[in-house]
Antibody, heavy 120, light 110 residues
């Protein structure tokens, strides 16, 4: 079935780094734009980053620009989020999601999320 | 980019209709039709309920409908059911080529 599974979350100290992964199955991964969205504990959703199907077009939220890097490996059907210079305010559940594309900027498949905790 | 504004909570009785508003600016919601609504039950991932202002994905009940006027979008749930109790978020594409979510609305079925 169509599925996204995130991994790589955990506890990291402020200033540290973490790499999240999102494994896709059940659909042609290389056809779809993908995104990362996060949700701090007890808070609302916050869009983080967006990548085109080829990886050539990338967008970031101002809150993570310069610190986070989105990438993908279509051969491995995987999406990544490299997070550097982590701050306490980056603590959240991180979801990867598929852009349904027609029209864009609507996300029809979501993973279960992976928790990132930034704390000393 | 500031979050879109939603009421914190809305409640209704089973069978009633409720409407959730989502207010933005001309740089986001008012300027584009890439407006979506998501439903999120506690501890679960969000689910797409409405896209492009008023379109329902396959499998979403026709009790859910969306609309937009100016800088405000709305989600209406008719024939409210216990299973509709959840958090709902709107989202919109912005002129900065980013996405902004609403502040979220908790729906309580009385």
């Amino acid at each position: 079935q169509v599925q996204l599974v995130e991994s790589g979350g955990g506890l990291v100290k402020p200033g540290g780094s973490l790499r999240l992964s999102c494994a896709a199955s059940g659909f042609t991964f290389s056809d779809y734009y993908m995104t990362w969205i996060r949700q701090a504990p007890g808070k609302g959703l916050e869009w983080v980053s967006y990548i085109s199907n080829s990886g050539s077009t990338i967008y970031y939220a101002d809150s993570v620009k310069g610190r986070f890097t989105i990438s993908r490996d279509n051969a491995k059907k995987s999406l990544y989020l490299q997070m550097n210079s982590l701050r306490a305010e980056d603590t959240a559940v991180y979801y990867c999601a598929r852009d349904q594309w027609e029209p864009p900027w609507a996300f029809d498949i979501w993973g279960q999320g992976t928790m990132v905790t930034v704390s000393s | 980019q500031s979050a879109l504004t939603q009421p914190a909570s809305v409640s209704g009785s089973p069978g009633q209709s409720i409407t959730i508003s989502c207010t933005g600016t001309s740089s986001d919601l008012g300027g584009y039709n890439y407006v979506s609504w998501y439903q999120q039950h506690p501890g679960k991932a969000p689910k797409l309920m409405i896209y492009e202002v008023s379109n329902r994905p396959s499998g979403v009940s026709n009790r859910f409908s969306g609309s937009k006027s100016g800088n405000t979008a709305s989600l209406t749930i008719s024939g409210l059911q216990a299973e509709d109790e959840a958090d709902y978020y709107c989202s919109s594409y912005t002129s900065n080529i980013t996405l902004v979510f609403g502040t979220g609305t908790n729906i309580t079925v009385l």
